[in-house]
């Protein structure tokens, strides 16, 4: 087994290391390392607006491309959070509490050299974990039938909405929503219209590319039109010397990587946690074991290495359940799933053996990426920090009209950018609401595929409702999903911890005083 | 009774659901062992009425409707509105002259940004954009058609 996956992994080096795909890579974390910079911008808003443009490019790059942006956007959203107190994404909420108070000290370039290296061993964590892991899961998928997959489906759905942010009532109320906009188009057994209004535009379904430009290009930039102000960056005069860490920060920071990484791995294996969740469990691990928690806040360096080492770690094993089993943890894997789908792309199980080179050329570029991200970020930090002095009032203008090009540039469609404007609203008044849309996207892209295997697996079993339990795969599947709903209600019902909920206050305290 | 955030929300959900389960009444529905392409659409119109209810129920834990932050309503509707007339202008008016338009009503005419730094900054970017579709992704833009 070990043999076969290195021997693999071999040839997906000689994949991704093709020159073109090099620069796929290199161009995806650069985006992403840049927009992770820039305060109001994140993975899924530049993902949305790279998606259109991946039509016109192979598969093997498109898809390291937009994985490039997702990890890479990891990196800048440190920096933002440890030089400006600003959690542009919500994983680096966490990394500010001492990120920020160490530059106050004159550390800040100190915590952004400890950055790096975490976020380097946590990737490279997690990058090994899907090389060994995934193999694994794609030989028992295989042996999935259409209850299986259902049951696996339904865990996905109910995991990516309800462990998601915000209330979970409302992550699964939004999955909902998401399953209603994937019914639109013609049905895929009868070829019966459904919800298309006699609109030819509709027969074949709501683009994903207009659903996720509507709920992450125009919505999120609609809620922050007003609310971003210019930053300050007083704090920001980092140069190349100053990444450097001392021996003893490195000798407090070594070991909080490694439980951080290990946290990290753990939370990417539960569908729906993401990288959020991990930084914040394996921050107040890192409190809990610390001789001084009471420092922590104050400009601890393991504050600064757990939640970036456990950010990564998870950020790499989110793709895990995504390319092996083609089910994605969140909105970001399903945005990646469906630039699979744009290219023709069916992801699941089969994916491995019949495209070898996405997937292995996908894992060895992770590698390449990171050593990218690693080298563009010790040199270029000046321009970094540079960029985070650009004004907001010029970033959402622009953006604005990348969503307006990319969105008409798919199928020359005027009637799919009108859809975008239509969702853009439609998801501003539900940002404003408080529904995250993110889960909406989940439930689009699992949707039909619930469908088509839920319908199926009523056709074999001739309509026996209980065959999702009589199945043992699939009766653990829906064991799991009554054990998340039993959690929600508990956790729900019990009084708070005391640690969660000081970090979470002091999270928002941050997030509000950078805000002021 | 004051009227809640989740309030509206959830009558949102409900009326929706509603309205689905009334538009796939054309739908066969068809039977357990045969399910029809109604049947999705009825369980999940369902769902979302059930959910709605939900949160109507629970709507004590969201904040007053009225306390919503809709000031940027206004700012944030005349973006879109400025991005949707240049949507409708596109294909008439040609990508650099539409975009560029928009750019410089997004930013000097709403954001009140220096002229001459947004005007240069807007050209650059429709150049670099024109650039990298027409030549690098070799994607055709809509040109001036009058």
């Known amino acids: ?516 | 009774m004051i009227l809640r955030a989740d309030h509206v929300a959830g009558a949102a959900f409900v009326i929706f659901g509603a309205a689905i389960i009334a538009l796939s009444r054309d739908l066969p529905v068809g039977q357990l062992s045969m399910p029809g392409s109604g049947f999705l659409p009825m369980i999940v119109a369902t769902l979302t009425i059930i959910f709605g209810l939900m949160l109507i129920l629970r709507a004590r834990e969201s904040g007053p409707f009225a306390e919503l932050g809709w000031g940027d309503g206004k700012h944030a509707m005349m973006v879109t509105g400025i991005t949707a007339v240049a949507i409708a202008l596109y294909e008439h008016l040609g990508f650099t002259i539409t975009m560029l338009l928009m750019m410089v009503t997004l930013l000097i005419v709403i954001e009140r940004r220096n002229p001459i730094r947004a005007g240069i900054y807007c050209i650059a970017i429709v150049l670099f954009t024109y650039v990298s579709f027409v030549y690098g992704l070799k994607t055709p833009l809509p040109e001036y058609s009058f």
């Open chain 1, 1 to 516: 087994m070990i043999s076969t996956a290195l021997t693999d992994l071999w040839y997906g080096f000689g994949v991704a290391l093709e020159p073109h795909n090099v620069m796929w890579c290199f161009i995806g974390v650069f985006v992403g390392n840049m927009v992770g910079v820039l305060p109001g911008m994140g993975p899924l808003a530049t993902i949305s607006i790279l998606l259109p443009l991946t039509f016109g490019i192979k598969p093997v790059g498109a898809i390291l491309m937009l994985a490039g942006v997702f990890y890479g956007s990891q990196y800048g959203g440190a920096i933002c959070s440890i030089l400006l107190n600003l959690p542009c994404h919500p994983p680096h909420a966490v990394t500010c509490l001492d990120g920020f108070p160490l530059t106050k000290k004159g550390r800040g370039g100190a915590a952004l050299g400890i950055t790096v290296i975490s976020s380097f061993v946590g990737a490279s964590w997690g990058i090994t974990e899907m090389i060994f892991l995934s193999p694994i899961l794609v030989v028992v998928a295989l042996k999935f039938g259409p209850a299986e997959i259902c049951s696996l489906m339904l865990l996905g759905l109910l995991a990516g909405s309800t462990l998601a942010r915000g209330s979970p009532l409302k992550g699964v109320a939004m999955t909902v929503c998401g399953l209603l906009i994937g019914i639109v188009g013609s049905d895929i057994e009868t070829g019966t219209p459904r919800f298309t209004f006699g609109i030819p535009n509709l027969f074949d379904g709501v683009e994903i590319v207009a659903l996720a430009l509507g709920l992450f290009g125009i919505a999120e930039f609609m809620k922050s039109v007003n609310q971003l102000s210019e930053v300050d960056t007083k704090y920001t005069n980092v140069k190349l010397k100053d990444l450097r860490p001392t021996r003893e920060e490195f000798r407090r920071a070594l070991p909080a990587m490694f439980r951080g990484t290990l946290i990290g791995s753990l939370c990417a294996l539960i569908p729906g946690t993401g990288p959020t969740i991990a930084s914040f469990v394996s921050y107040a691990t890192e409190k809990k074991i610390s001789k001084t928690p009471e420092l922590f806040g104050t400009g601890m360096i393991e504050g600064v290495a757990c939640p970036e080492a456990s950010t990564h770690s998870s950020v790499q094993g989110d793709f895990i359940p995504t390319m092996s089993l083609g089910i994605p943890g969140d909105a970001v894997m399903a945005l990646i799933l469906g630039a699979l789908m744009i290219q023709g792309i069916v992801p699941g199980p089969q994916l491995i053996s019949e495209h070898p080179d996405i997937f292995w050329g996908l894992i060895a570029s992770f590698w390449i990426g990171n050593i990218i991200l690693v080298v563009l970020n010790v040199p270029m930090i000046g321009l970094w920090v540079k960029l985070l002095t650009i004004p907001y009032k010029y970033l959402y203008p622009s953006a604005m009209f990348f969503v307006c090009i990319g969105v008409y540039s798919t199928n020359n469609d005027m009637f799919q950018v009108g859809e975008v404007v239509i969702i853009g609203i439609v998801g501003y008044i539900l940002l404003l609401l408080d529904f995250h849309p993110a889960p909406v996207l989940l439930g689009f892209v699992l949707g039909p595929r619930f469908e088509e295997n839920f319908r199926r697996a009523m056709l074999i079993s001739r309509g026996d409702i209980l065959v999702f339990i009589k199945h043992p795969i699939s009766a653990v599947f829906i064991f799991m999903c009554v054990l998340l709903i039993v959690m929600q209600i508990y956790v729900r019902l019990r009084p708070p911890k005391v640690l969660a909920t000081n970090i979470v206050l002091a999270t928002d305290r941050k997030a509000s005083e950078a805000a002021e």
